[in-house]
């Protein structure tokens, strides 16, 4: 069984701080890696990863992953309080299936 | 990236009733899928809706619980049935992005069973 596992669950900092998030694999057949924000009900999609090394990056937000040491983080500089949600991290395995195998998500909260 | 829209947005039924959840992408999509998200978890796709075919549904899910429809590529249905407080949670339909792994999100169907 595919495992997606995340950390830390919570996290709490101020303003302007810098946050890295994480996310770690154990995928048959791993195909892609993908980050989303949740406020309230629906996943807002951040990043799709596929190739190790190369960085993805908007704005404030970046991310990179590691299919050596099967893992991605998800950066973000100057931290506003908009930020504050959960950060979920889903993989995809190859094949037709298509299916989102998510991570339990990190809590992450911005205080101003 | 598709735009989807779901209804209802919140419902609170009785147990042992059924509540059927729309979901309508603005686009043609080939693939639907629809997710659980119970209090405090993560995401766990309940199956996927093929348009002209039967749902496949992951293991722990079946038809008789959850039917779903797909009649056209922009729009489907999950009905969850004979319900029991435990299938109090959010139900997420998604469509995925031709040529990617990647899939948009509708904005959810919050459920209350007493």
């Known amino acids: 069984e595919d495992k997606v596992v995340q950390s830390p669950l919570s996290l709490v900092v101020h303003e302007g701080d810098t946050v890295t998030l994480n996310c770690s694999y154990e995928v048959t057949n791993f195909r892609s890696l993908l980050w989303y924000k949740q406020e309230k009900k629906a996943p807002t999609f951040l990043f799709m990863l596929t190739s190790s090394g190369i960085e993805k990056k908007s704005g404030r937000l970046s991310s990179i992953l590691d299919k050596k040491e099967l893992f991605s983080i998800l950066n973000i500089t100057a931290t506003q309080t908009g930020d504050s949600a959960v950060y979920l991290c889903?993989?995809?395995?190859?094949?037709?299936?298509?299916?989102?195998?998510f991570g339990k998500g990190t809590l992450l909260t911005v205080n101003p | 990236s598709a735009v989807i829209s779901q209804k209802p947005s919140r419902d609170i039924c009785q147990r042992g009733t059924s509540l059927t959840i729309q979901c309508q992408v603005d686009?043609?999509?080939?693939?639907m899928f629809w997710y659980r998200q119970q209090p405090g978890q993560s995401l766990t796709l309940i199956a996927t809706?093929?348009?002209?075919?039967?749902?496949?549904?992951e293991s722990g899910f079946v038809i008789d619980k959850f039917p779903i429809s797909r009649p056209n590529l922009t729009f489907s249905t999950l009905t969850v049935s004979n319900m029991s407080p435990e299938d109090s949670s959010i139900y997420l339909c998604?469509?995925?992005?031709?040529?990617?792994?990647?899939?948009?999100f509708g904005p959810g169907t919050r459920l209350t069973v007493l």
């Open positions: 686009s043609q999509v080939t693939m």
């Open positions: 809706a093929n348009q002209g075919s039967e749902a496949t549904y």
């Open positions: 998604s469509s995925r992005q031709a040529l990617t792994d990647t899939q948009y």
């Open positions: 889903a993989t995809t395995r190859g094949g037709s299936n298509y299916k989102l195998t």
